[in-house]
């Protein structure tokens, strides 16, 4: 952490929850009937990149206006920096950014008014206002556009802009809720840098995806939502341990026999076994590498051939399948279309 | 983006902007929006400009005589009606802040929450002036000549933005409430439309069915407009008067607290 405004750390003794930017217990928040956070347990620590992981729906968003109090929790306590976010908004609106699924600029205005307004908001006078917006449009590759209304801005402009947005003054939080749905690979991988650079310099990071490769690149710890409550919490590697051994992924060289590789499977590894993408794909659980010979071995008996073979840890979207039963969604084509016109 | 490292650790957070700060600032993006698109004005000013021309025109003669006898009593009128079809502008630019997500930031900025709504309000001002000017420019060269002069005029302006800021809470409530800021505009001309027509905004309400005169007597907008009329012709009527500071003191009273309190409700 740097910057001699900022002090976090386990400096302060008898306050046992200093090095953690968020805490929540027991969190709930209803939406009339339904229960969209239900009883989320959650603690990151200051300085680390932390993912919500989940399918649309699964209560990221709300949890993340929970935290940056936009909405008030129903039950449970949530403490962002040490500060209850139902009783001290204003201690945590001020040491928070923000940065919505959808970018929240204002489209009539443009890219430096925002900044520039959001400079003023955040306290700093017109003539610092107006350097800040230029350094910032400098930084986030915004210069060349920096006097053109956000209306005609693409995609992957105005999320940068947005992100800079929260950057106006840099928060000690910063909450992403979805930082690349909808953008282009390019874009993304803009995003993906910002967001290594923003944890780089000390701002803990929480930002909640649908995407497992985005999470695996860029948290160091995760939690898996699912129905509002953490299904599983750790790091990548934690999760995809607790999925139990190495995943084998088979390629056959004829579609026909795949339920008869698949049972052959089953028996020689003592595991699941998954039907893959395509009519010729297999995935099996490896719980013992030892059995793998014997499996192979299996369907070359069998007459089963086998025209690819991998062997590996498992992937996030394993991990997601084997907690909740489903796949996580992918990202869509046609999402980043419909972001980029519109 | 090497850079982004040099522009993250620069930053001192200053002292959080004070509540009327903030609300200039909110003011001046107001100021900002019309600049880039000017046909807000267009809009705001076609309609006096049409009505004020459609009625002294091709009713005037009927109604009064000539079209110059008709201004005289028809321009405080359109004034009125003006201002008070502005005020949905305030709900319609709300409900679209709302609606993109920008209100979501401005929420979680440490400023005054009232401020994003009070800063809108003082835009609106600009936009009630520019539609009053207008107004009283083309009625003067149609032959609008009020007997009070400039004094006169400046006071019944001065009571028509007092009324104006009153109702504009009642389109901000409108504007918490419902879903799309097209809602608002459909909303807010069902109710407007027959309330400035059922009015002695354009003739005499002497000239109505009895029922009616009962309605035109206690509408706000005949409060108003024979108010504004007195003000410019030099016969103020301080029975209307009081009652149009009555009428937005009791809109204020009602519609100020129910919009904070909405403002304030999460979405």
């Known amino acids: ?342 | 983006m090497s850079s982004i490292h040099s522009v993250l650790s620069t930053t001192r957070r200053p002292a959080a902007p004070g509540a009327v700060s903030a609300c200039l600032t909110l003011g001046w993006r107001a100021v900002l929006k019309i600049k880039h698109v000017p046909f807000q004005l267009v809009d705001v000013t076609a309609f006096p400009i049409l009505n004020t021309l459609g009625f002294t025109l091709f009713f005037g003669g009927a109604i009064a005589g000539s079209p110059r006898e008709y201004i005289q009593f028809l321009l405080p009128g359109v004034l009125v009606q003006a201002i008070v079809f502005i005020t949905v502008y305030t709900g319609v630019g709300l409900n679209t802040d709302i609606e993109k997500g920008v209100f979501d930031r401005f929420r979680s900025l440490p400023i005054w929450q009232a401020a994003p709504i009070v800063g809108a309000l003082l835009g609106d001002v600009l936009r009630y002036s520019i539609a009053i000017l207008v107004t009283l420019a083309l009625g003067f060269v149609l032959g609008f000549r009020p007997e009070a002069g400039v004094p006169g005029v400046l006071m019944a302006v001065a009571l028509l933005l007092l009324f104006a800021f009153a109702v504009s809470w009642i389109f901000i409530l409108a504007g918490l409430m419902v879903e799309t800021p097209e809602s608002v505009m459909t909303a807010s001309f069902l109710i407007l439309f027959p309330l400035t027509f059922a009015s002695s905004n354009f003739v005499d309400p002497a000239t109505m069915p009895g029922w009616l005169q009962a309605f035109v007597a206690v509408n706000p907008i005949t409060h108003l407009a024979d108010a504004s009329r007195g003000l410019m012709h030099g016969n103020p009527a301080a029975g209307s008067i009081a009652w149009v500071l009555v009428d937005s003191a009791a809109i204020l009273a009602v519609f100020g607290p129910l919009s904070m309190r909405m403002y304030r409700k999460e979405r």
Not at chain 1, 23 to 38: M, P, Q, S, Y
Not at chain 1, 153 to 181: K, N
Not at chain 1, 192 to 211: H, K, M, P
Not at chain 1, 242 to 249: A, D, E, F, K, Q
């Open chain 1, 1 to 342: 952490m740097q910057g001699p405004d900022i002090s976090i750390g386990p400096q302060a003794p008898g306050a046992p929850d200093t090095d953690l930017a968020i805490e929540t217990i027991g969190l709930v928040k209803r939406f009339g009937e339904t229960r969209a956070v239900d009883g989320i347990d959650l603690a990151v620590r200051c300085g680390t990149v932390y993912g919500l992981l989940g399918p649309n729906g699964a209560g990221k968003t709300t949890t993340i206006r929970v935290l940056a109090t936009l909405l008030r929790p129903d039950a449970g306590i949530a403490r962002v920096l040490g500060h209850d976010v139902a009783r001290e908004p204003e201690a945590v609106r001020a040491r928070i950014g923000l940065t919505g699924q959808f970018a929240s600029l204002d489209e009539d205005l443009t890219g430096r008014e925002n900044l520039v307004l959001l400079g003023r908001l955040n306290g700093l006078g017109w003539r610092g206002a107006r350097a800040r917006a230029d350094e910032l449009l400098a930084a986030f590759d915004l210069e060349h556009a920096a006097d053109r209304r956000v209306r005609t801005y693409s995609g992957g402009m105005r999320r940068r802009l947005d992100i800079a947005a929260s950057l106006i003054v840099t928060p000690e939080l910063l909450f992403l809720d979805e930082p690349t749905t909808g953008l282009d690979p390019r874009s993304r991988n803009q995003v993906w840098d910002i967001v290594r650079a923003i944890a780089a310099e000390g701002t803990t990071v929480l930002l909640t995806t649908q995407y497992l490769e985005e999470a695996d690149r860029l948290a160091d710890r995760l939690a898996v939502i699912d129905h509002g409550r953490v299904i599983a919490e750790g790091t990548s590697s934690d999760l995809k341990a607790s999925v139990g051994g190495n995943v084998l992924h088979l390629r056959l060289q004829a579609s026909g026999r795949r339920d008869e590789a698949a049972a052959l499977l089953r028996q020689a590894l003592g595991s699941e076994v998954h039907d893959g993408a395509d009519a010729f794909s297999l995935t099996a659980g490896v719980p013992d590498d030892a059995r793998l010979g014997e499996a192979l071995s299996a369907l070359a008996r069998a007459g089963i051939g086998v025209s690819e073979l991998s062997l590996g840890r498992p992937t996030l979207d394993e991990v997601f399948f084997a907690l909740t039963g489903e796949h996580a969604p992918a990202p869509a084509e046609d999402d980043v279309m419909k972001e980029v016109t519109a």
